[in-house]
């Protein structure tokens, strides 16, 4: 059973920064790729950065410029920088990891951005 577990959320000013990890029970080359994904209040999921096990990465454009998606293989860590933070960032963020048979997910962590 993969577990993935969440950290770095929080509550922060308009215009600050956060660093949200997510580190996996297993190496994380061994899922086809990874990424972070964010429900808003009242909205539908939606994708955030997603980065391939070769390390290529994909940022929505609503964050790009703003977010990058990162990784530490030797920790089993996924991370997502996300920098000029604005309230409308606010969400439950969740990592998300998929291999061929199964996606997991964490349980989400709430970032809270105030005006």
């Known amino acids: 059973q993969v577990q993935l577990v969440e950290s770095g959320g929080g509550l922060v000013q308009a215009g600050g920064s956060l660093i949200l990890a997510c580190t996996a029970s297993?190496?994380?080359?061994?899922?086809?790729?990874m990424g972070w994904y964010r429900q808003p209040p009242g909205k539908q999921r939606e994708l955030v950065a997603i980065?391939?096990?070769?390390?290529?990465?994909d940022i929505a454009d609503s964050v790009k410029g703003r977010f990058t998606i990162s990784r530490d293989s030797a920790m089993n860590t996924m991370y997502l920088q996300m920098n000029n933070l604005k309230p409308e960032d606010t969400a439950v963020y969740y990592c998300?990891?998929?291999?061929?048979?199964?996606?997991?997910w964490g349980r989400g962590t709430q970032v809270t951005v105030s005006s």
């Open positions: 980065m391939a096990s070769s390390g290529g990465a």
């Open positions: 297993r190496n994380i080359f061994s899922f086809a790729h």
């Open positions: 998300n990891a998929r291999s061929y048979a199964v996606d997991y």
